[in-house]
Protein backbone atom coordinates (compact mmCIF):
# COMPACT_ATOMS: atom_id res chain seq x y z
CA UNK A 1 0.00 0.00 0.00
CA UNK A 2 1.14 3.16 -1.30
CA UNK A 3 1.79 6.56 1.43
CA UNK A 4 -0.73 8.04 -0.87
CA UNK A 5 -3.62 5.28 -0.48
CA UNK A 6 -2.94 5.14 2.77
CA UNK A 7 -3.74 9.12 2.92
CA UNK A 8 -6.52 8.53 0.95
CA UNK A 9 -7.76 5.64 2.83
CA UNK A 10 -7.75 7.64 6.33
CA UNK A 11 -9.15 10.73 4.91
CA UNK A 12 -12.06 9.06 3.38
CA UNK A 13 -12.50 7.08 6.52
CA UNK A 14 -11.97 9.89 8.84
CA UNK A 15 -14.86 11.81 6.65
CA UNK A 16 -17.39 9.33 6.60
CA UNK A 17 -16.99 8.07 10.67
CA UNK A 18 -17.76 11.66 11.39
CA UNK A 19 -20.74 11.55 9.44
CA UNK A 20 -22.09 8.60 10.23
CA UNK A 21 -21.62 9.11 13.94
CA UNK A 22 -23.57 13.13 13.23
CA UNK A 23 -26.68 10.50 11.90
CA UNK A 24 -26.63 7.86 14.29
CA UNK A 25 -26.46 11.16 17.16
CA UNK A 26 -29.25 12.12 15.44
CA UNK A 27 -31.40 8.51 15.34
CA UNK A 28 -30.22 8.77 19.12
CA UNK A 29 -31.20 12.24 20.45
CA UNK A 30 -35.12 11.69 18.60
CA UNK A 31 -34.88 8.24 20.19
CA UNK A 32 -34.27 9.60 23.62
CA UNK A 33 -36.88 12.77 22.70
CA UNK A 34 -33.80 14.77 23.67
CA UNK A 35 -33.85 18.95 23.85
CA UNK A 36 -34.72 19.36 20.04
CA UNK A 37 -33.67 23.35 20.67
CA UNK A 38 -30.42 22.65 22.42
CA UNK A 39 -27.90 23.82 19.69
CA UNK A 40 -25.63 20.77 19.59
CA UNK A 41 -28.85 19.09 18.37
CA UNK A 42 -29.74 22.28 15.89
CA UNK A 43 -26.15 21.41 14.43
CA UNK A 44 -26.68 17.67 14.45
CA UNK A 45 -30.07 18.68 11.97
CA UNK A 46 -28.54 21.06 9.95
CA UNK A 47 -25.28 19.19 8.77
CA UNK A 48 -27.34 15.68 8.51
CA UNK A 49 -30.59 17.63 6.31
CA UNK A 50 -29.48 17.05 3.37
CA UNK A 51 -29.43 13.82 3.04
CA UNK A 52 -32.22 12.50 5.35
CA UNK A 53 -34.63 15.09 4.50
CA UNK A 54 -34.84 13.63 0.99
CA UNK A 55 -34.47 10.18 2.13
CA UNK A 56 -37.63 10.56 4.58
CA UNK A 57 -40.02 11.39 1.88
CA UNK A 58 -39.34 7.31 0.77
CA UNK A 59 -38.58 6.13 4.46
CA UNK A 60 -40.73 7.42 6.89
CA UNK A 61 -40.28 7.54 11.18
CA UNK A 62 -41.83 4.61 13.10
CA UNK A 63 -43.01 4.70 16.62
CA UNK A 64 -40.05 7.70 17.34
CA UNK A 65 -37.70 5.84 15.45
CA UNK A 66 -35.66 7.56 12.80
CA UNK A 67 -35.45 4.90 10.19
CA UNK A 68 -34.28 7.60 7.64
CA UNK A 69 -31.17 8.74 9.66
CA UNK A 70 -30.33 4.70 10.59
CA UNK A 71 -30.65 3.49 7.06
CA UNK A 72 -28.24 6.73 5.98
CA UNK A 73 -25.60 5.66 8.49
CA UNK A 74 -25.69 1.99 7.14
CA UNK A 75 -25.41 3.58 3.44
CA UNK A 76 -22.30 5.52 4.56
CA UNK A 77 -20.86 2.24 6.34
CA UNK A 78 -21.67 0.31 2.65
CA UNK A 79 -19.13 3.21 1.06
CA UNK A 80 -16.64 3.53 3.52
CA UNK A 81 -15.93 -0.55 2.64
CA UNK A 82 -16.05 0.07 -0.24
CA UNK A 83 -14.33 2.68 -0.65
CA UNK A 84 -11.29 1.06 1.04
CA UNK A 85 -11.48 -2.17 -0.62
CA UNK A 86 -11.33 -0.37 -3.71
CA UNK A 87 -8.41 1.64 -2.46
CA UNK A 88 -6.55 -1.56 -1.52
CA UNK A 89 -7.16 -3.16 -4.72
CA UNK A 90 -9.48 -5.88 -2.93
CA UNK A 91 -12.35 -7.81 -5.06
CA UNK A 92 -15.98 -6.78 -3.80
CA UNK A 93 -17.43 -9.47 -1.70
CA UNK A 94 -21.56 -10.18 -2.77
CA UNK A 95 -23.43 -7.17 -1.74
CA UNK A 96 -25.13 -9.16 1.08
CA UNK A 97 -22.33 -9.33 3.23
CA UNK A 98 -21.63 -5.31 2.57
CA UNK A 99 -24.79 -5.19 4.62
CA UNK A 100 -24.41 -7.87 7.13
CA UNK A 101 -20.98 -6.25 7.61
CA UNK A 102 -22.38 -2.42 7.62
CA UNK A 103 -24.87 -3.77 10.06
CA UNK A 104 -21.81 -5.05 12.02
CA UNK A 105 -20.11 -1.53 12.22
CA UNK A 106 -23.04 0.69 12.89
CA UNK A 107 -23.93 -2.00 16.06
CA UNK A 108 -20.07 -1.02 17.33
CA UNK A 109 -20.04 2.74 16.23
CA UNK A 110 -23.32 2.62 18.84
CA UNK A 111 -21.95 0.65 21.60
CA UNK A 112 -18.76 2.82 21.16
CA UNK A 113 -20.56 6.43 20.94
CA UNK A 114 -22.49 4.59 24.35
CA UNK A 115 -19.01 3.79 26.07
CA UNK A 116 -17.52 7.71 25.11
CA UNK A 117 -20.87 9.16 26.17
CA UNK A 118 -20.96 6.99 29.72
CA UNK A 119 -16.92 7.70 30.03
CA UNK A 120 -17.53 11.48 29.85
CA UNK A 121 -20.25 11.51 31.76
CA UNK A 122 -18.13 10.20 34.49
CA UNK A 123 -15.39 12.48 34.41
CA UNK A 124 -18.15 15.75 33.52
CA UNK A 125 -19.89 14.64 37.16
CA UNK A 126 -16.43 14.91 38.97
CA UNK A 127 -15.12 18.34 37.13
CA UNK A 128 -18.64 19.92 36.24
CA UNK A 129 -21.26 18.66 38.63
CA UNK A 130 -24.32 20.81 38.06
CA UNK A 131 -23.26 22.36 35.03
CA UNK A 132 -25.67 23.74 32.72
CA UNK A 133 -23.91 23.47 29.60
CA UNK A 134 -25.52 22.05 26.38
CA UNK A 135 -23.52 19.10 25.89
CA UNK A 136 -23.53 17.87 29.08
CA UNK A 137 -27.91 18.16 29.06
CA UNK A 138 -27.28 16.34 25.70
CA UNK A 139 -24.99 13.40 27.02
CA UNK A 140 -27.18 12.69 30.21
CA UNK A 141 -30.16 12.69 27.94
CA UNK A 142 -28.56 10.10 25.78
CA UNK A 143 -27.29 7.87 28.51
CA UNK A 144 -29.74 8.09 31.02
CA UNK A 145 -32.45 5.99 29.36
CA UNK A 146 -29.51 3.20 29.52
CA UNK A 147 -28.17 4.08 33.16
CA UNK A 148 -31.84 3.82 34.91
CA UNK A 149 -32.07 0.15 34.81
CA UNK A 150 -28.67 -0.53 35.91
CA UNK A 151 -29.16 2.20 38.74
CA UNK A 152 -32.61 -0.31 39.76
CA UNK A 153 -29.83 -3.16 40.04
CA UNK A 154 -27.14 -1.59 41.95
CA UNK A 155 -28.12 1.53 43.85
CA UNK A 156 -25.87 4.50 44.62
CA UNK A 157 -24.21 3.94 48.37
CA UNK A 158 -23.20 6.73 49.78
CA UNK A 159 -23.35 9.35 47.64
CA UNK A 160 -21.52 7.20 45.20
CA UNK A 161 -23.15 5.57 42.04
CA UNK A 162 -21.53 2.50 40.81
CA UNK A 163 -24.15 1.55 37.86
CA UNK A 164 -21.75 2.83 35.64
CA UNK A 165 -19.06 -0.36 36.37
CA UNK A 166 -22.10 -2.34 35.42
CA UNK A 167 -23.23 -1.03 32.09
CA UNK A 168 -18.93 -0.75 30.82
CA UNK A 169 -19.05 -4.75 31.84
CA UNK A 170 -22.10 -4.75 29.59
CA UNK A 171 -20.23 -2.43 26.97
CA UNK A 172 -17.17 -4.75 26.79
CA UNK A 173 -18.86 -7.65 26.17
CA UNK A 174 -20.98 -6.36 23.41
CA UNK A 175 -17.49 -5.37 21.74
CA UNK A 176 -16.19 -8.67 22.34
CA UNK A 177 -19.42 -10.51 21.07
CA UNK A 178 -18.99 -7.93 17.50
CA UNK A 179 -15.48 -8.12 17.11
CA UNK A 180 -15.99 -12.43 17.05
CA UNK A 181 -18.96 -12.28 15.22
CA UNK A 182 -17.62 -9.75 12.52
CA UNK A 183 -14.48 -12.11 12.17
CA UNK A 184 -17.06 -15.10 11.90
CA UNK A 185 -18.44 -13.62 8.83
CA UNK A 186 -15.09 -13.04 7.62
CA UNK A 187 -14.63 -9.05 8.25
CA UNK A 188 -11.76 -7.26 8.64
CA UNK A 189 -12.11 -4.95 11.18
CA UNK A 190 -10.04 -2.25 9.48
CA UNK A 191 -12.64 -1.76 6.69
CA UNK A 192 -15.50 -1.34 9.21
CA UNK A 193 -15.71 2.23 11.52
CA UNK A 194 -16.69 0.86 14.50
CA UNK A 195 -15.18 -2.32 15.25
Known amino acids: ?24 LRFLLQLVKADFYNPISQFLVKVT ?15 GLDLASLLLAVLLQV ?7 LLNGLGMPNPLMLVVWSILGIVGLLVNIYFFALLAMIILSWIAGGSSNPAISLLHQITEPVMAPFRKILPAMGG ?29 PALVIGL
Do not use: C, W
Not at 1 to 24: C, F, K, R
Open 1 to 24: MSALNEILGYLIQTALSLYMVAML
Open 49 to 63: NPLVIPLRKVIPGIG
Open 79 to 85: LAIVALM
Open 160 to 188: LDFSPILLFILINVLQIALRHLAGGVGLH
